[in-house]
Structure formats: C-alpha cells, structure tokens
C-alpha cells in the first residue's frame, strides 16, 4: 500500500487552493468561466511545476557527483502564440500500414479556432504529416489567418518546408502547395517541437484513423481532447532527457 506523507497532502492542499484562488480572480476580473476542471487541472500543473523546480534545485547541488545523469533535462510544453498570431499544430499517424494525420488551431488565449481530422489510406508517415499540415494551413488561410506560427514533431517534413532537405517525389506537390500557402501569408514561422507540446495535434491524428472523409471542425466534445486543450492552456509541463 502505497503511504502519503502528510508534508506531500499539505502540499497538494495548498496548490489546490491556490489554484481556486486564481480562478476565483480570473472570472471576477477578467470574466473567465470557472470550472471545477480547469482548477483542478491548474492545481495539476503548478504541482507538477514544483516537482520539477525541487529536481533541479537537487540535481544544482549534486553536479560534479557520479550518480547524476550527464543529459540535462528538457522542461516542454505548449506555448500560445503571440497576441495577433494563430497557433497551428499538426501531426500523422499510421497504423496496420493505413495512415490518417490531424491538426488544431488556436489562438492566443489557447482558444480553438479549428481542427481537423481525416484518414488518407495507404500511405507513408511522411505523406501523412505532409498532408495534415497543408490541410490545416489551406484551413487556416481560408479562414483569413494571414500570421501562424506552425509547430510539428516531424523535423523532416519541417525541414523540406524550409527548403534545406528534399523529400521523395510522392511529397514534393504537397510541399509545393504549403510553401504556396505560406508565401501569400503575412508571417508563418515554422519550426519543430517535441511530441509533449504536440500532444493534441497527435491526439486528433490517431482519431482521423476512424473518419472515412475529411473532417474540419471548430470544437471538439471529447472528454480527453478537452483535457489535452486545458491541460495545454494552464501550462503543463513534461520532463525530456536531453543531450
């Protein structure tokens, strides 16, 4: 059985109130609505945070000893985009050799604006990563974003959008298309992120396995999509073993 010290639930009270607190403030200044899930989700979070300050405030104090791991740990998680920007996130999927991808897009306040989701058949990741960002772009152009920031956990599909690498023949119209898209925009910044701070993107992708035709949307019920989203928002924070 496992055993709480009364320090850890004197802890997790605190953070709990604490996130009461804040969105007790957020709805009487700022009009936000308060749910019971989101404090709950805050309260998440900011433990978490203090889990991960302590492991770094322990790992300063005992460099130089044998014991430590040389990789230095990588803080992730998602960031709004800058105010006047949509954020969009884009990921594939393949599965038994059927590929399927997905993308969402959010604005500042880590609101969606729209989602996708869509099952491509037979094909390569790199195809469906490929496909999945040219439709949330074309998705987001058409709905008159003209300023993005675009995040992807694929550094190949990225890199052939900045034109520093060449991709098989089977990409090259879609990568065209995107490259097309992003040059009639007013700013796209375009770069890599790693799977923690794509996980809605990811989410959708996998979803798209089981919708026969394309699917664009501007909200999404799902129970466990909706925590990813807020989850997201409220900021939180995975830790990655880095080099």
């Known amino acids: 059985m496992q055993t709480t010290f009364p320090g850890k639930i004197v802890q997790r009270v605190t953070l709990l109130l604490w996130g009461i607190w804040k969105a007790r403030n957020g709805h009487i200044f700022q009009n936000e609505?308060?749910?019971?899930?989101?404090?709950?989700?805050?309260?998440k979070s900011l433990s978490a945070q203090w889990?991960?300050?302590?492991?770094?405030?322990?790992?300063?104090?005992?460099?130089g000893c044998s014991f430590i791991p040389s990789k230095k740990p990588l803080f992730i998680r998602w960031e709004p985009p800058s105010p006047g920007r949509v954020k969009l996130n884009f990921d594939g999927s393949r599965q038994s050799g059927l590929a399927a991808g997905g993308y969402v897009i959010r604005n500042w306040r880590g609101m969606i604006l729209?989602?996708?989701a869509a099952s491509y058949g037979r094909a390569s990741i790199l195809l469906a990563e490929g496909i999945a960002l040219r439709d949330g772009i074309q998705a987001a152009f058409l709905s008159g974003y003209r300023s993005m920031e675009i995040e992807g956990d694929n550094k190949i599909i990225i890199q052939a959008i900045q034109g520093q690498i060449s991709v098989p023949w089977q990409?090259?119209?879609?990568?065209?298309?995107?490259?097309?898209?992003i040059e009639q925009c007013a700013y796209?910044?375009?770069?890599?992120?790693?799977?923690?701070?794509?996980?809605?993107?990811?989410?959708?992708?996998?979803?798209?396995?089981?919708?026969?035709?394309?699917?664009?949307m501007s909200e999404c019920e799902a129970t466990e999509f909706r925590t990813i989203i807020q989850e997201?928002?409220?900021?939180?924070?995975?830790?990655?073993?880095?080099?």
Not at 232 to 243: H, K
Request: hydrophobic share 45%.
């Open 33 to 43: 609505q308060f749910t019971p899930l989101k404090c709950l989700i805050r309260a």
């Open 51 to 63: 889990r991960i300050r302590t492991c770094m405030s322990a790992d300063t104090f005992l460099q």
């Open 114 to 116: 729209k989602l996708g």
């Open 171 to 181: 990409l090259r119209t879609i990568v065209k298309e995107i490259q097309h898209t």
């Open 188 to 216: 796209v910044l375009i770069r890599h992120i790693y799977r923690e701070a794509n996980m809605a993107a990811d989410w959708l992708s996998k979803i798209g396995h089981s919708i026969p035709v394309n699917l664009l």
């Open 232 to 243: 997201d928002w409220v900021g939180r924070t995975l830790v990655r073993r880095g080099s």
